[in-house]
């Protein structure tokens, strides 16, 4: 079992910039598939990336490749999105989210068992 908590949301302009943490308990953070997950207030959550084990193997959805990074260091059991280039649509609460899996990176929240409780991100235009 893994309990997750997300940090880094916050107020930003449209253009800037953002780095979102997600601690995460437990020695076996490194055997789980990390993915971030956003939902905008009246819509259903979405995904936004995924990666694997080791961190070498990344997914993204279409409306943030190019702008957004996903990473982790499993040797301080950390998650990461690096979000530049922000958008107003960009506006959602954030989920961290593990699923025990080394590989398989799902695209939907029912794919993943575990959750941090959000954070925050208001892109301003």
């Known amino acids: 079992q893994v309990q997750l908590v997300e940090s880094g949301g916050g107020l930003v302009q449209a253009g800037g910039s953002l780095r979102l943490s997600c601690a995460a308990s437990g020695r076996t953070f490194s055997r789980y598939v990390m993915g971030w997950f956003r939902q905008a207030p009246g819509q259903e959550r979405e995904f936004v990336a995924a990666?694997?084990?080791?961190?070498?193997?990344?997914d993204y959805a279409d409306s943030v490749k190019g702008r957004f990074t996903i990473s982790r260091d499993n040797a301080k059991n950390m998650l990461y999105l690096q979000m530049n280039n922000l958008k107003p649509d960009d506006t959602a609460v954030y989920y961290c989210?593990?699923?025990?899996?080394?590989?398989?990176?799902?695209?939907?929240?029912?794919?993943?068992?575990?959750w941090g409780q959000g954070t925050q991100v208001t892109v301003s235009s």
């Open positions: 989210a593990a699923v025990p899996s080394l590989w398989a990176m799902g695209v939907t929240p029912e794919n993943y068992d575990y």
């Open positions: 990666v694997t084990w080791r961190g070498d193997t990344t």
